[in-house]
C-alpha cells in the first residue's frame, strides 16, 4: 500500500512566525506535490518535485518554498507565515510519467493567528 | 496554464439514481483526466481516469466521457449508493508535465 506521511497533522502558527510542514513517501515515487484545499478554489498547486534537489513553482508559490533533500522527503516552508495562509495541506506522490496516480497524505491542517 | 471547471459545486441525488459530474479544461494538450474522491474529513483517493485516447471509461458504477472536441469530461455514478456520499475532483493533466489540475470540486449528497 502506497503510503505518503505529513507532518504535524493540525499547527497553530503566529503571523510572522516560521512554518515547515514536512511530507514522507515510501513509494519510490520520483514526484511530489503539494497542495492547499480551501473552499470554493478546490485544491491548488503550490509546488511540486521531480525528484531530489528539484523543486518547481505550482500556480500559487508566493509565500511558500519547498525544498526536496532526499527522494523520500518534500517541505513545504513559509518564511512568515500570514493569516491568508490558514488552509489544509496536502501532500502526494507520483510516479515519473505524467498521468499516473497521485497517493495523497493525510492532510495539515494550518491556522494563522 | 492549465485551468479546470467544475460546474456543480453541490448535487443532490436520491439514493438509486444517477449522478452527473461535469468539468471542462482549457489546455489542448491535456490528455489524461483523473477523479478523486474526499469522504467527509479525509484525504483523497483515486477513482477513475480517461486518457485521451479512448472517449469512455467504465469501472463498475463509474463511468468517464471525454469530449475532446468540446474540451469537457464528466463522471457518472450510477445506481448510488449512500457511501458514494462524498466531495469528487476533476483533474487535468498533459502527457510531458508532471502536475495535476484540480477543479474546485463537487459535494455530491446521496438522499435516502
Known amino acids: 500500500e502506497a503510503a505518503v506521511t505529513q507532518s504535524p497533522r493540525n499547527k497553530v502558527a503566529v503571523t510572522g512566525g516560521k512554518v515547515t510542514l514536512s511530507c514522507n513517501q515510501t513509494?519510490?515515487?520520483?514526484?511530489m506535490y503539494w497542495y492547499r484545499q480551501d473552499t470554493g478554489h478546490g485544491l491548488r498547486l503550490i509546488h511540486y518535485s521531480y525528484g531530489a534537489g528539484s523543486t518547481e513553482k505550482g500556480d500559487i508559490p508566493d509565500g511558500y518554498k519547498a525544498s526536496r533533500p532526499s527522494q523520500e522527503n518534500f517541505s513545504l516552508i513559509l518564511e512568515l507565515a500570514t493569516p491568508s495562509q490558514t488552509s489544509v495541506y496536502f501532500c502526494a506522490s507520483g510516479a515519473r510519467d505524467s498521468g499516473n496516480t497521485l497517493y495523497f497524505g493525510e492532510g495539515s491542517r494550518l491556522i494563522v493567528v | 496554464g492549465e485551468k479546470v471547471e467544475q460546474h456543480e459545486s453541490t448535487l443532490s441525488v436520491r439514493e438509486g439514481d444517477s449522478a452527473v459530474i461535469n468539468c471542462t479544461y482549457t489546455?489542448?494538450?491535456?490528455?489524461?483526466f483523473p477523479w478523486y474522491k474526499q469522504e467527509a474529513g479525509k484525504s483523497l483517493h483515486f477513482v477513475i481516469d480517461?486518457?485521451?485516447?479512448?472517449d469512455r471509461k467504465q469501472s463498475q458504477r463509474l463511468i468517464v466521457l471525454l469530449d475532446k472536441k468540446a474540451k469537457r469530461f464528466s463522471l457518472h455514478i450510477t445506481a448510488t449508493q449512500p457511501e458514494d456520499s462524498a466531495i469528487y475532483f476533476c483533474a487535468a493533466s498533459s502527457y510531458n508535465q508532471g502536475k495535476l489540475i484540480f477543479g474546485q470540486g463537487t459535494k455530491l449528497s446521496i438522499k435516502p
Open positions: 489546455d489542448t494538450a491535456s490528455s489524461y
Open positions: 513509494n519510490n515515487h520520483n514526484n
Open positions: 480517461i486518457r485521451s485516447n479512448v
